[in-house]
């Protein structure tokens, strides 16, 4: 079966360190795979897509940074956290024209 | 570009009661229409979707939305809300035209809540 895992569920970081958040997916092959941020529990925002292996685009500039090193692997990371990347990030990934988002658990930042 | 709305913060209902959840929406070519679901501190799940054919979708947990080409709304309904209902619930819209790659716009969400 095809499935998502996001980790870790929470993290709490200071600000000015680093980031990595790691997203997989299982059961499907060269899948669309995206990273979206929630602030304030409600607004969706596109931060990162990725079509391919190394393919990434930004949808807005930021403090953060994507990378995909392998087919089935989105990594979402940062040098310096600021107070303003706290949020929930959520993956997700689109196989076939037709078809919806299947979104992770995502991952609740808090920068202190 | 595409843009998607849901003019509503909330909706309360009392269980039992019909349940509809707008959203409208702006595209230039023919639009892909999706209903998701979040419950606190976790993912988006998938309700229903609207690509081609019937207008009105039938979708999970009792939910339905029905395509208006014209008033270019897809609004989410449910005949009769349960408690459990309460949640965000966001449409989302892709415009097959003028989008390759697959990106979904979600609207600001609509929080129901659903009384005993």
């Known amino acids: 079966s095809q499935t998502i895992h996001q980790w870790p569920a929470t993290l709490v970081q200071p600000v000015g360190s680093p980031l990595s958040l790691e997203c997989t997916v299982e059961g499907t092959s060269n899948p669309n795979l995206y990273w979206y941020r929630q602030a304030a529990g409600r607004g969706l925002q596109l931060l990162f897509y990725?079509?391919?292996?190394?393919?990434i685009s930004s949808e807005v500039p930021q403090n953060l940074s994507a990378s995909r090193p392998q087919d089935r692997q989105f990594i979402l990371s940062s040098k310096k956290l600021l107070l303003s990347d706290s949020g929930f990030y959520l993956c997700a990934w689109k196989i076939g024209p037709d078809s919806g988002y299947t979104f992770g658990s995502g991952t609740r930042l808090t920068v202190v | 570009a595409q843009s998607v709305a849901q003019p509503e913060d909330q909706v309360n209902v009392a269980e039992g009661n019909p349940l509809t959840v707008k959203c409208t929406y702006s595209v230039s070519g023919n639009p892909y229409l999706f209903w998701y679901v979040q419950y606190p501190n976790r993912g988006l799940q998938f309700l229903l979707k609207?690509?081609?054919?019937?207008?009105l979708v039938k979708g999970s947990y009792g939910f339905e939305a029905e395509f208006n080409k014209s008033q270019t709304s897809f609004h989410l309904k449910k005949p009769s809300a349960l408690v459990s209902d309460s949640a965000l619930y966001f449409c989302?819209?892709?415009?097959?035209?003028?989008?390759?790659?697959?990106?979904?716009?979600f609207g600001a969400g609509t929080q129901v809540v659903v009384t005993p």
């Open positions: 990725s079509v391919g292996i190394g393919q």
């Open positions: 609207y690509i081609t054919g019937d207008n």
């Open positions: 989302a819209v892709r415009d097959i035209a003028a989008d390759s790659w697959g990106k979904l716009q």
